[in-house]
């Protein structure tokens, strides 16, 4: 797992605008009349038709998409009885993750209240203002009566995450794991391990699909719940069972499930090796599980497993489930969530996982052919179907129990509507890092004596995503290190003007000698040269040292690039280098500018080669490329030079690339706005939807426009891409933030990846 370390948490938090969310309109408001409709008078129109009416809250105000997270901090994952307070960040988190995953909006209500009537009549008080409440981090037994109470007397979805949403998953993972080892549920011994408001929620879900509660033994931590034991609650009484076993080592005897909701490395490999044959084993205790996967996997040849951790298969993680669950209920005005919604969540997920797996979440995991099996029992996180899949499933079971109140009636039209919602993809990055780090490669930082890239290469380091190579003066970086206090322990630092470098200076000039002799180029000065950084980093990814190099932070994006230009030079098939920006929106997924940095005036072949390209790169993201070929002018309307030359290009594209869809020339307006597209121009290739990538005239107009919407815009924009390289060279461009360093070198490792597996 990557290393998160005290100041960068902070930091995170509190740079900028303090907090993870916050509130955005959602209607204009620049004009005096816009602000008359917004507030008095025209505000009045809407209170009036909810005053008629109740049930129009839902059609004039927010609340349809509105999340209340709800906690009183009195159990906080791993931080236990913390305050409201201190619990705020992880509420904040919560909305974070809902409005990411199903574009629910947030508010995080943090209550001041311990006594159980209190804090039901606080949240009772308020709730007229969401559409949805999840309530969280609140201890047993307390929680249970909460959340039984608020559903009786609310009419709204409320949620309990802690208890439902990990059951969800691991029911949904039960049924799978159970499906491969041909085992019935109604027959299996089940051993959970812990008594939490989880494991119970989890056990009453097994029961629910079949399991006997007789076949459940449940312990905490005096050991296996007995009738005999005193002052038990209400809820471990339920799951006491008169069995011969005290402790776990005697209760997991012939077990063919264990689940395991308590603490870290409990679970021995004797234990699992007297389970039942096949035994399936949920190890979810966060950070560390009741078992370690290697020590699990060790220990038993037919194990399925499951844990917390990203960084191993099966991970049980709830994100899979709520966010889909609430948008589902919310969808439909459900006046709560029911079992029959809770099961229909865990059958869908169940489903998902027998399904093909789409290449963009394979390539995210490094797995050429990721199918059902005992690796994967459950979807993962990033897999971009969840919501079209969960989401209609929880509002069908809302509509059959009879407790929806706004009815789908075309579910094709309703799931499709989800996947747009989201944008294209809004995921991407999260799946290059993924991908990423399923294959880690050596990465030189030819600037290391900067704060920003240390800090950056420190930053892929502990997340797993290259091995750094860090050139540059050892004092200087040592310096920087302790100034800064960054770990940058057992990462190879290279200075190429000491005497430790002078073999590799000889052996890399003579190497550059040899490329560059018929351009004037002696040896002694072939040596001389090396000792340039980005000459020495360029020519250890040359000589296969290492796989990818990051530079012009500090220096001029012409100087950084001369030397990767003239050591490792351009792919011949095209022969054509172009810059590449990914601008991430909010609403409709990544799209990709080209060129950006390279060709100044670019010739109608030169915007055919950058065209072609950039076509290329976009596929590499799993993405079908839909291209504009900017201009000032749409389809001829204006004659001149630079609409000419665009025109030109696409008959060639057209020409001898059919299948691409590529149009222009086009403005930029019509471009990514369909309806528009369709009204005037229906003839287009690139009717129906928005282009997602755009191919400007000349370099002028693309690095003004990325950089407008990168400083003027509320996007993310990484880059630049270098496309067109024999092997992995990005150049950042001057005076790059960590955070772009770091995302432009995530990019670099998949290039490499990606680069390599073409050559072998």
Not at 258 to 283: D, E, Y
Not at 387 to 407: C, F, H, L, W
């Amino acid at each position: 797992m990557a290393k998160l370390r005290k100041k960068e948490a902070l930091d995170y938090h509190s740079n900028g605008k303090p907090g993870k969310i916050e509130v955005v309109p959602t209607k204009p408001y620049s004009t005096q009349r816009d602000l008359s409709l917004a507030y008095s008078p025209g505000v009045a129109e809407p209170c009036l038709a909810i005053a008629k009416n109740k049930n129009n809250v839902y059609k004039y105000t927010a609340k349809s998409n509105l999340v209340a997270v709800i906690s009183n901090g009195t159990a906080v994952l791993g931080l236990g009885d913390i305050g409201p307070e201190a619990s705020k960040p992880v509420m904040e988190g919560k909305g974070l993750l809902f409005k990411i995953f199903a574009d629910l909006d947030c508010f995080d209500i943090e209550v001041d209240a311990t006594d159980v009537d209190q804090f039901i009549n606080t949240v009772k008080s308020i709730s007229p203002t969401f559409g949805g409440i999840n309530l969280e981090d609140i201890k047993a037994p307390e929680c249970f009566e909460i959340e039984r109470r608020l559903k009786e007397e609310l009419n709204i979805p409320i949620m309990h995450d802690d208890q439902h949403g990990t059951a969800i998953i691991t029911t949904a993972g039960l049924i799978n794991a159970l499906s491969l080892v041909e085992k019935n549920i109604e027959n299996v011994r089940i051993i959970v391990n812990g008594a939490g408001a989880s494991a119970v929620s989890c056990a009453k879900l097994y029961i629910s699909l079949g399991a006997k509660k007789e076949n459940i033994l449940m312990l905490d931590s005096k050991g296996v719940i007995k009738p005999s034991r005193e002052n038990l609650t209400e809820q471990k009484a339920y799951f006491a069972n008169d069995v011969n076993a005290s402790t776990l080592e005697e209760a997991i005897v012939g077990a063919d499930v264990f689940l395991g909701l308590s603490k870290g490395n409990i679970l021995s490999a004797k234990m699992v090796q007297t389970m039942a044959p096949n035994p399936i084993v949920f190890a979810c205790a966060n950070p560390d599980p009741e078992i370690s996967y290697e020590l699990a996997i060790k220990s038993r040849e037919d194990i399925i497993l499951a844990t917390g951790r990203s960084d191993h298969p099966n991970q049980v993680n709830n994100v899979i489930g709520f966010p889909f669950i609430f948008r589902g209920a919310m969808d439909v005005n459900a006046t709560g969530i029911n079992e029959e919604m809770k099961i229909a969540a865990v059958k869908a997920i169940a489903a998902l996982a027998k399904e093909p797996v789409p290449e963009e979440v394979s390539k995210a995991y490094n797995l050429k052919n990721l199918v059902f099996g005992k690796e994967y029992i459950i979807p993962k996180p990033t897999d971009p179907r969840l919501i079209s899949i969960v989401a209609p499933a929880v509002a069908k079971a809302a509509m059959d129990s009879g407790i929806a109140q706004k009815p789908i009636k075309n579910w094709e039209t309703y799931k499709q509507d989800l996947i747009s919602r989201m944008g294209y993809d809004s995921t991407l990055m999260q799946q290059v890092t993924l991908r990423a780090k399923q294959n880690p490669k050596k990465v030189v930082f030819a600037e290391a004596d900067n704060y920003k890239v240390l800090k950056a290469a420190q930053t892929v380091f502990d997340e797993g995503v290259c091995e750094p190579i860090l050139l540059g003066n050892k004092e200087n970086i040592s310096d920087l290190i302790e100034e800064y206090q960054l770990d940058l322990e057992g990462v190879k630092i290279i200075d190429t003007r000491s005497d430790e470098a002078r073999i590799k200076l000889e052996e890399y000039g003579d190497l550059l000698y040899k490329k560059r002799n018929r351009r004037g180029v002696t040896k002694y000065e072939a040596r001389k040269i090396m000792r340039s950084r980005n000459y020495f980093g360029s020519m250890m990814v040359e000589n296969g040292e290492a796989d990818a190099l990051i530079t012009g932070v500090t220096r001029k994006y012409k100087d950084s690039i001369r030397p990767s230009l003239q050591i490792i030079g351009v792919d011949e098939k095209i022969g054509k280098l172009a810059g590449m920006y990914l601008v991430l929106t909010k609403n409709y997924g990544p799209y990709f500018f080209a060129d950006t940095t390279i060709n100044q005036n670019p010739s109608a072949e030169d915007l055919a080669d950058i065209a072609l390209l950039t076509h290329k790169a976009v596929k590499e993201f799993n993405i079908e490329p839909r291209i504009a070929m900017l201009s000032y002018s749409n389809f001829g309307s204006v004659e001149g030079k630079g609409p000419d030359k665009v025109i030109e290009a696409v008959k060639t594209l057209h020409k001898n690339h059919p299948k691409m869809i590529v149009d222009g020339d086009i403005q930029a307006n019509f471009a990514v706005n369909p309806t528009l597209l369709n009204e005037q121009f229906p003839f287009s290739k690139l009717n129906g939807k928005r282009a997602n990538t755009l191919i400007f005239p000349n370099l002028s107009s693309g690095n003004i426009s990325y950089k407008l919407l990168q400083q003027m815009g509320d996007l993310e924009v990484i880059g630049p891409v270098l496309l067109g390289m024999n092997k992995s060279v990005h150049i950042m461009q001057l005076g790059a933030s960590v955070r772009e360093i770091v995302n432009m070198t995530t990019l670099a490792v998949v290039d490499a990846q990606v680069k390599q597996t073409k050559k072998s």
